[in-house]
């Protein structure tokens, strides 16, 4: 077996595991590969181990392996902060987005989502530490800005993500993931969107975020290694 076979294995142990511990079905986790500073042919790899979803960070990176890699029936997520003059590439050549953090950007890419392709999946990221420094909306700004991308027509409003602050402190990691799924709760209750998506866990905290009802983990180092060169 490869590396990444083997690593792909131990990380569906732990999602299994932490499924099993909350009495959810591991069926309802998807797991999203975090590919970015990997090479094409780490994904074709991970695909032949039996992966599908690929989530990346940085455009020019994501589209110069989709061209690589277009022989594979992959489904690409763009998980990266989103400049307003890269929409158009990234409504092009993704078929989820989960760092949606404003209007504009939304609006952007529901215009330039082409008319062959079903809509986008979007995911509104948001800062749930409530550091002035991180990306994200505040939680406040939630139920507006669902409201208005709701309204949009090419894309669709899946559900919520967030990058909660690092910490190895397991009921911090709990809390963090419980206020996005509270969010989600209560945009469903008052808004009645049928958000079905929380888009959350990375490699150090997959197990508090599946405790807490992420439907998608993104995870990177797990399953490919320490990445090659800085990437936040
Ligand atoms: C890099 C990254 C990940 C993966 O992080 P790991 O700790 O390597 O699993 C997940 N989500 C986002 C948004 C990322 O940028």
Known sequence: MSTIAINIAKVGVRIREAAQASARQSATIGLLAVSKTKPAAAVRDAYAAGLSDFGENYLQEALDKQQLLNDLPLVWHFIGPIQSNKTKPIAEHFSWVHSVDRLKIAQRLSAQRPSDLPPLNICLQVNVSGEASKS?????????????????????????????????????????????????????????????????????????????????????????????????
């Open 136 to 232: 994200g909306c505040a939680a406040e700004e939630l139920p507006a800005l669902a409201q208005a991308v709701t309204q949009l027509p090419n894309i669709r409003l899946r559900g919520l993500m967030t990058i909660p602050e690092p910490t190895e402190d397991v009921a911090a990691q709990h809390a963090a993931f419980a206020r996005l799924r509270n969010l989600q709760d209560g945009l469903n209750a008052e808004l009645n969107l049928g958000l079905d998506t929380l888009s959350m866990g990375m490699s150090h905290d997959l197990e508090a975020a599946i405790a807490e009802g992420a439907t998608w983990v993104r995870i990177g180092t797990a399953l490919f290694g320490a990445r090659d060169y800085p990437s936040t």
